[in-house]
């Protein structure tokens, strides 16, 4: 009995050993800064209203920004959920939440010869561009962005249902100036997926590779407390599907901040700034490395000094990707 009990103490002591292992906290990755097309599939929010099919949803009180939850009683997580239940004969009774609560309506759709409509616009998910940050050739995940995709209506961080990162290439570039941020333009090759997201959190989006991105060799990780207020570069692609190293300076340290603003960066190079003018929209997740380690991903810009961003810190993506 009691080599049993013990083969039973070394059995758990050995489950939590590699649980601990699984969980362990990767001592070096690959750091991207690719350009990828990002879809994630998500809520059915209200963007809008057809009155060619009648306004009988917007005078019942249906309102932008309404996340759909129900249709006729049952669960709706897609457009084919809405159209199939706006198809059959009889009212649609809509459940929408709306801060926090849920919402009836009741409304009668307009035949038309492509079926019944209720009026309403409405997006399954959101599509973009964006930078992935890092790679784990040892697990095949990744970090991208640095922060959370949001809704546009409501600013806030939306719940997914699953996602893709695509290929993509830039094709142009807004240059950013002060007042006006600026944006990468892009291309996505839907037709060649490259991963699937797996999660949207405030310092991230964070999934696993179907197929590895071209990449360098994996590289340490620094710690907060490792990063100086001194030289760093950046990786980004702001030009086909090219990635580059740019010069910049870090500003500031602020190892406090919760929103992703752990690091100030002062762009310096004279490359980057003809290109684009600094940091803009869609360069959110290129990697920032500091004395040979991944340091951080960059995350906003500066709107009235698109020369200046923040930037998050390596160990909390890593924290929330856990």
Known sequence: MKRRCRQIIILFAVLLSLCGNALATPETLVPVGKTVGIHLGGELVVVGFDEDFGNGAKAAGVRVGDRIVAVNGSEADSMEDLRTATDAQGGVHLTVERDGKNVEFYLSPVETPEGSRIGLKVREGITGIGTVTFYDPETGSFGALGHSVNDPETGECIAISGGNIM???????????????????????????????????????????????????????????????????????????????????????????????????????????????????????????????????????????PTRGYGIFIENMLEAAE
């Open 167 to 305: 290929s993509a290439s830039v094709t142009d570039v807004d240059k950013g100036k002060a007042g006006d941020p600026g944006a990468l333009k892009g291309s996505i090759d839907k037709d060649d997926p490259l991963g699937k997201v797996k999660a949207n959190t405030t310092a991230g989006i964070f999934g696993t590779m179907d197929a590895a991105l071209p990449a360098g060799a994996p590289i340490p990780l620094a710690d907060s407390t490792e990063v100086q207020k001194t030289e760093a570069t950046i990786l980004s692609n702001v030009s086909g599907t090219e990635v580059e190293p740019y010069e910049v300076e870090i500003m500031e340290i602020d190892p406090d901040n919760d929103q992703g603003r752990n690091i100030l960066l002062h762009v310096q190079d004279e490359e980057l700034l003809a290109k684009t003018g600094g940091i803009v929209q869609g360069m959110s997740g290129s990697p920032i490395i500091q004395d040979g380690k991944l340091v951080g991903a960059v995350t906003h810009v500066l709107v009235n000094d």
